[in-house]
């Protein structure tokens, strides 16, 4: 985050909430859980929104979706059906009052130029509140279909950096943009209105990988990291941050995400994980998943660490699991926020009734545990 920053009256992710609260993966068929439980999202736009507006509502800070164009296949063809990220983004802008909205641009399907303009566009919409999820690019069946080929994995964020250059000059500097990178040029490159957001629209990325904690702590102003063990999430967050401050000067917030099972006892929220993972999940797809984002051949793992595997992403895409009570997951939360965690992104199996239940039983908790500032009265 930039020293000058003067997002902070339009931008609810710099308030002053100790921990913010987002919704993720709300664009799309089946949200972060890879399974045939009842009450999935569909992917319609319909639902889609009436998360949103609820979220918007009770004062939660933003919403990340992500950027998909084919599914995983299995019985659930997991994500299968998605919005497209801008587009969504825009209709979420116009819909909402105060939520902060991003899009998710693949670095190697966006054109940066396009990226900028549509990203300026929105965040006019939003009277400052849009921001972008910059992905490198991971996804290989997914390039193909645009008849693109992926680079190696480090070449990635090589290709990545000159992208949000192009992205943040086009944002902030009058003057027309001359460029000539490894994998972008651009002549006279002209972007007119510039965004609201000043110094430039809210920019996030996730990826664990040395390479990508060093683009993040270099570039954005928040990374996306994700472990299930928190311990082994604590060792990321101070990775990157200390990164970003030892080389760059500059300060990097941490967000990650969290599958929510919250019932009136500890044993009924198990026996829905049970139910929901153990009896109706998606192996097949969550298989597909792993093999996207793992590199080898992950079926000759020992039987066991693949089945971990497989359970941990059908649960909720490898997220921090929130399962309990409203009071042990307000626990929790207060464990992420002392880690040094400023903001959890939150899923769940049935996402409207998820959202309606978080806002009832865990935001007042929440604020008696100074996570959050108490909300104003209606």
């Given at each position: 985050?930039?020293?000058?920053?003067?997002?902070?009256?339009?931008?609810?992710?710099?308030?002053?909430?100790?921990?913010?609260?987002?919704?993720?993966?709300?664009?799309?068929?089946?949200?972060?859980?890879?399974?045939?439980?009842?009450?999935?999202?569909?992917?319609?736009?319909?639902?889609?929104?009436?998360?949103?507006?609820?979220?918007?509502?009770?004062?939660?800070?933003?919403?990340?979706?992500?950027?998909?164009?084919?599914?995983?296949?299995?019985?659930?063809?997991?994500?299968?059906?998605?919005?497209?990220?801008?587009?969504?983004?825009?209709?979420?802008?116009?819909?909402?009052?105060?939520?902060?909205?991003?899009?998710?641009?693949?670095?190697?399907?966006?054109?940066?130029?396009?990226?900028?303009?549509?990203?300026?566009?929105?965040?006019?919409?939003?009277?400052?509140?849009?921001?972008?999820?910059?992905?490198?690019?991971?996804?290989?069946?997914?390039?193909?279909?645009?008849?693109?080929?992926?680079?190696?994995?480090?070449?990635?964020?090589?290709?990545?950096?000159?992208?949000?250059?192009?992205?943040?000059?086009?944002?902030?500097?009058?003057?027309?943009?001359?460029?000539?990178?490894?994998?972008?040029?651009?002549?006279?490159?002209?972007?007119?209105?510039?965004?609201?957001?000043?110094?430039?629209?809210?920019?996030?990325?996730?990826?664990?990988?040395?390479?990508?904690?060093?683009?993040?702590?270099?570039?954005?102003?928040?990374?996306?990291?994700?472990?299930?063990?928190?311990?082994?999430?604590?060792?990321?967050?101070?990775?990157?941050?200390?990164?970003?401050?030892?080389?760059?000067?500059?300060?990097?917030?941490?967000?990650?995400?969290?599958?929510?099972?919250?019932?009136?006892?500890?044993?009924?929220?198990?026996?829905?994980?049970?139910?929901?993972?153990?009896?109706?999940?998606?192996?097949?797809?969550?298989?597909?998943?792993?093999?996207?984002?793992?590199?080898?051949?992950?079926?000759?793992?020992?039987?066991?660490?693949?089945?971990?595997?497989?359970?941990?992403?059908?649960?909720?895409?490898?997220?921090?699991p929130l399962v309990g009570t409203a009071e042990q997951i307000v626990d929790k939360l207060?464990?992420?926020?002392?880690?040094?965690?400023?903001?959890?992104?939150?899923?769940?199996?049935?996402?409207?009734?998820?959202?309606?239940?978080?806002?009832?039983?865990?935001?007042?908790?929440?604020?008696?545990?100074?996570?959050?500032?108490?909300?104003?009265?209606?």
């Open positions: 985050m930039q020293e000058n920053d003067q997002r902070t009256a339009r931008n609810p992710l710099h308030n002053d909430n100790p921990l913010k609260i987002g919704v993720f993966c709300q664009n799309l068929s089946g949200g972060a859980c890879i399974t045939l439980a009842e009450g999935t999202l569909s992917g319609d736009w319909s639902e889609q929104l009436e998360v949103a507006r609820a979220a918007d509502a009770a004062g939660w800070e933003f919403l990340i979706p992500i950027g998909r164009w084919r599914g995983y296949g299995g019985a659930s063809d997991h994500h299968g059906r998605s919005l497209e990220v801008f587009t969504w983004a825009a209709g979420v802008a116009a819909s909402t009052k105060q939520i902060h909205v991003f899009a998710t641009a693949h670095v190697p399907i966006f054109h940066p130029l396009l990226a900028a303009k549509q990203g300026a566009t929105i965040d006019q919409i939003s009277n400052g509140r849009f921001g972008i999820n910059v992905v490198a690019g991971w996804n290989a069946p997914e390039l193909a279909m645009f008849g693109i080929s992926q680079l190696p994995h480090d070449e990635r964020y090589v290709a990545a950096e000159e992208w949000v250059t192009i992205v943040k000059r086009l944002w902030t500097e009058e003057a027309n943009l001359d460029f000539q990178g490894k994998y972008y040029s651009m002549e006279s490159g002209e972007l007119r209105p510039k965004p609201i957001s000043q110094p430039y629209p809210t920019l996030i990325s996730a990826g664990q990988s040395t390479v990508g904690i060093e683009f993040a702590a270099k570039h954005m102003d928040f990374t996306f990291q994700a472990h299930a063990d928190l311990e082994e999430l604590r060792s990321l967050v101070v990775r990157a941050r200390e990164l970003a401050h030892r080389e760059h000067h500059r300060k990097l917030g941490v967000l990650t995400y969290s599958m929510v099972v919250c019932r009136d006892t500890e044993k009924e929220a198990q026996d829905y994980v049970r139910y929901y993972v153990d009896e109706q999940g998606d192996w097949v797809a969550a298989q597909n998943v792993i093999d996207g984002f793992v590199a080898g051949d992950t079926r000759s793992l020992p039987r066991e660490v693949l089945e971990g595997m497989q359970r941990s992403m059908v649960a909720g895409w490898g997220g921090v207060q464990d992420l926020h002392r880690i040094g965690v400023d903001g959890v992104a939150m899923t769940w199996v049935n996402y409207g009734e998820g959202i309606a239940q978080f806002n009832e039983e865990i935001l007042p908790l929440m604020e008696e545990a100074g996570l959050r500032s108490p909300r104003p009265a209606t």
